[in-house]
């Protein structure tokens, strides 16, 4: 099921943003929904109950158990406050009566300022002409990264026993949706591998615990088969958490969204 079907239910389905949901387990991570997808199913259940005027400045998530691939789901919105300028609200995804999944994003209207400041982080990384990752390999490869392009410029693969932490690469849609949302952005971003993962010379469990996402809103819109480019630095890993930070820009180099989470690693 293409990534578009799925939101698509969410607008049609939800009253105030609540609504049932069964996620297909093609687009499984194990067992669970790959996490950026659910983050992606949540913003989009949130963003129907805010004014057209509200822009996403930040969207955190928290990962608080598993959600089931293949089973009814229920998310919950509740708008916390609607101000002149800001709205604050939070979802959350159930199963069995537990909370698996938890979101609370902020929107602002635009607003003039005499407060400038322009990004000054840029990448220097080449367009790629098509995805070069990890290969449909059953039983081994998230089966989700059949719905995402992603090409490694710089880094590894998980398990391979790399010096570093640090991935750059690209990423899009293998099967380009209608237009490129917020929502998309966010299940984009999730899709690589944990930076630390690279490190380990053997396969092991690791979990995001906590991720927050900050978007910047270029002026000129991308088209919907476009490249993003992604770059991941672990600030520092220990006593098993990594704490990673990542840049993400659109085809012409504009940031779009600053990333930040926290990993479980259970090695």
């Not at 939101?7 to 949901?21: A, K, M, P, V, W």
């Not at 159930?94 to 005499?114: W, Y």
């Not at 672990?234 to 993400?248: F, K, L, M, V």
């Amino acid at each position: 099921m293409h990534i578009d079907q799925l939101l698509q239910q969410i607008r049609e389905n939800s009253i105030d943003g609540n609504c049932l949901l069964t996620v297909p387990k093609s687009w499984a991570q194990g067992r669970t929904v790959f996490g950026g997808l659910s983050a992606a199913l949540l913003y989009e259940a949130i963003k129907n109950t805010v004014k057209p005027d509200r822009v996403l400045r930040s969207l955190t998530t928290n990962f608080v158990g598993p959600l089931n691939a293949g089973a009814e789901l229920e998310i919950q919105v509740q708008v916390l406050r609607e101000g002149k300028n800001v709205t604050q609200v939070t979802a959350r995804a159930l199963q069995n009566d537990q909370v698996a999944v938890f979101c609370q994003a902020c929107f602002g209207t635009h607003r003039d300022s005499k407060v400038r400041v322009d990004n000054q982080t840029q990448h220097n990384m080449a367009l790629p002409e098509k995805a070069k990752f990890i290969p449909q390999i059953p039983k081994v490869t998230p089966k989700f990264l059949k719905h995402i392009d992603l090409f490694l410029v710089e880094g590894g693969l998980p398990f391979t026993g790399k010096k570093t932490a640090r991935t750059c690469g690209w990423m899009r849609f293998t099967d380009t949706p209608e237009q490129v949302s917020d929502a998309h952005l966010i299940a984009l971003i999730d899709a690589w591998p944990p930076t630390i993962l690279q490190m380990l010379r053997w396969p092991a469990p690791a979990s995001t615990m906590s991720w927050n996402l900050e978007f910047i809103h270029p002026h000129q819109p991308v088209a919907a088969d476009d490249w993003f480019a992604y770059q991941a630095d672990t600030r520092q890993a220990a006593d098993g958490y990594c704490h990673s930070e990542a840049n993400i820009w659109d085809a012409r180099g504009d940031l779009v969204a600053i990333s930040r989470q926290i990993i479980a690693v259970f090695d």
